[in-house]
């Protein structure tokens, strides 16, 4: 893969095959120096043997031949999938226009007439290489698209799978959990209200309702990490309400602008949402910001969600990979959605992440 | 006598809220409602003094059953009972018009407190959440001039900023041109800028352009 098509430290292989020893032998002669490793069949039958075990780079075909002829072993070679792309240059008497037009049909890739010339031999046969490496790095880089694609669909499959998963959790752990407890608590306070004045068992039930208490904050939190219900309300009421919580617990002062009300789907609302936590914990992270602006708005038939801070920004060349990597998982997000993650800063200059995806 | 309805899905909750508020209002009349649906039928059936109403329900949520209820029955006091966290939901409930917002486990004392004062025509947040709500307006920071725009001044800035004629945002917001003009007179003001392109350039600079 990494031999560019001229490179000449990658030694093509090339297959002689010609009934006539001293044929083949002409040929070895015109093409040793020119550093290939050469391989000779006698017959049709041999070569596809030879072509089996190890296909060659190149196949030099003699038409006439006892038992199996050229265009056989052309329309062999060409039926495989395996062998179909080996090049052949069939070898023909000069100005045999049949013996070519029944070649060209068969698939064969060029001719040459006898007697064989030399400086044109060598001239078509690495024309023929280069010209099916290219074919080949064409092929791979298909076949690299392909499963590149693919796997972009199992990471779009895995991130909805997983927040699907965050969601269902985070609401059976606040019904299940946290209505049965706060039924707990509400019943402990009907017992508390019946307790005599002063006296152990009281003291035992409120140490027993404070605990209760504590719980269903955890319970409360768990659910809410995993997915906050103000997401329900939509993109701008879960946005609204992270700025406030971010504000709270970074100190950052945040400006925030909610310029639409657009309703969308849950799992796009979902999407920016994350790339918005993402961001704003980045912020708090690296940026050592002391403001950040927020605007959501509605441009065309976007739905933007910009998020700028003061800090000290970063050199978008060097960063680290655990920070890259969630950069790459926020673009991902928006590139599902058919949009687009844009952050732009320097060092000294703040950042600006922009995300955006189009909205019908 | 008092006549309190509740509405919440789960019945253990029901059923919590009433023996600690039979404590409180003696001789109260309950009623349960377990959705959205119910909690209608419970409204047109009988006449209510109060209602405790759980803000996330199987079905229509009780966010928008509590439209519903300001729009039929606008002198019904509604106290909205959540699970969740008094961040994430309060302030939207009372702009819907409930009378105040607890959470599910706050205390009895709170709970009584709350139906006591919307009952009276008042409304109530917890001790909590009214610090909270004064926190967040904002401490006046120095702010760069974008900072100081209105949210419609921002929008018709960042549209500008894109490009737009004051014609084709009029379009855009379904706004007249007169009142486009207006707001890009302001914001030229506050960004202390002479005109259209020096708003781009200004945004350009600012990393403002979408």
């Given at each position: 893969m990494d031999a560019s098509p001229d490179s000449p430290d990658h030694q093509a292989r090339i297959l002689i095959v010609d009934d006539k020893l001293p044929n083949r032998l002409v040929l070895e002669g015109m093409l040793q120096p020119e550093g290939f490793l050469l391989q000779s069949a006698a017959s049709g039958k041999e070569a596809l043997d030879i072509v089996a075990q190890q296909p060659p780079d190149l196949i030099l075909l003699d038409v006439v031949m006892p038992g199996m002829d050229g265009y056989q072993v052309v329309g062999a070679i060409k039926d495989n999938p395996a062998t179909k792309n080996i090049p052949i240059i069939l070898i023909t008497a000069l100005d045999d226009r049949n013996a070519r037009m029944l070649g060209l049909s068969a698939g064969a890739e060029d001719f040459l007439a006898k007697p064989v010339d030399r400086a044109e031999l060598?001239?078509?046969?690495?024309?023929?290489?280069?010209?099916?490496?290219?074919?080949?790095?064409?092929?791979?880089?298909?076949?690299?698209?392909?499963?590149?694609?693919?796997?972009?669909?199992?990471?779009?499959?895995?991130?909805?799978?997983?927040?699907?998963?965050?969601?269902?959790?985070?609401?059976?752990?606040?019904?299940?959990?946290?209505?049965?407890?706060?039924?707990?608590?509400?019943?402990?306070?009907?017992?508390?209200?019946?307790?005599?004045?002063?006296?152990?068992?009281?003291?035992?039930?409120?140490?027993?309702?404070?605990?209760?208490?504590?719980?269903?904050?955890?319970?409360?939190?768990?659910?809410?990490?995993?997915?906050?219900?103000?997401?329900?309300?939509?993109?701008?009421?879960?946005?609204?309400?992270?700025?406030?919580?971010?504000?709270?617990?970074?100190?950052?002062?945040c400006t925030v602008r909610l310029l639409t009300r657009e309703v969308v789907a849950a799992n796009e609302s979902t999407a920016m949402f994350r790339i918005f936590q993402e961001t704003l914990t980045n912020i708090a992270r690296h940026a050592e910001a002391t403001r950040a602006e927020v605007v959501l708005q509605k441009q065309r038939d976007r739905l933007v969600l910009m998020i700028r801070d003061n800090g000290r920004g970063f050199d978008q060349a060097h960063q680290s990979l655990s920070k890259s990597l969630g950069l790459l998982g926020m673009r991902e997000r928006a590139a599902i959605l058919g949009g687009r993650v844009d952050i732009s800063s320097a060092t000294g200059k703040g950042t600006t992440v922009t995300a955006w995806i189009p909205i019908p | 006598m008092i006549r309190i309805l509740i509405v919440d899905d789960h019945a253990i909750v029901r059923r919590g809220l009433r023996s600690l508020l039979s404590d409180e209002f003696q001789g109260a009349t309950f009623g349960e409602a377990a959705d959205a649906q119910q909690a209608m039928q419970q409204l047109r059936d009988h006449k209510w003094d109060v209602a405790l109403l759980d803000i996330t329900m199987p079905g229509k949520s009780g966010l928008e059953l509590l439209k519903e209820v300001e729009v039929e029955w606008p002198k019904l006091p509604v106290l909205v009972l959540s699970g969740h966290a008094e961040d994430q939901f309060a302030v939207r409930v009372l702009k819907a018009g409930a009378g105040g917002y607890l959470t599910k486990e706050s205390a009895p004392e709170e709970l009584a407190k709350a139906i006591h004062k919307i009952l009276a025509g008042g409304r109530y947040v917890s001790p909590a959440l009214a610090e909270k709500l004064a926190l967040s307006v904002n401490k006046d920071v120095t702010r760069t001039p974008h900072e100081t725009l209105s949210d419609r001044e921002y929008d018709v800035m960042s549209r500008i900023a894109a490009g737009k004629t004051v014609t084709e945002i009029a379009g855009e917001l379904a706004l007249s041109v007169k009142t486009i003009s207006t707001y890009r007179t302001r914001v030229l003001e506050k960004l202390g800028v002479k005109n259209s392109a020096e708003i781009v350039q200004y945004a350009i600079r600012n990393d403002l352009v979408i």
């Open positions: 060598c001239v078509r046969v690495r024309n023929l290489l280069r010209l099916s490496r290219t074919a080949e790095l064409i092929e791979s880089e298909r076949l690299l698209r392909a499963s590149s694609e693919q796997l972009r669909l199992l990471a779009a499959h895995l991130l909805s799978v997983r927040e699907e998963e965050r969601a269902r959790i985070s609401r059976e752990v606040h019904d299940e959990l946290g209505q049965a407890l706060t039924a707990l608590k509400m019943d402990l306070a009907w017992l508390e209200a019946r307790m005599p004045k002063n006296g152990e068992m009281l003291e035992r039930i409120r140490s027993t309702r404070q605990l209760a208490d504590s719980i269903i904050q955890s319970v409360r939190r768990i659910s809410t990490e995993l997915r906050p219900a103000v997401l329900d309300l939509g993109l701008a009421a879960a946005v609204e309400w992270q700025v406030q919580e971010f504000q709270a617990r970074s100190g950052i002062q | -």
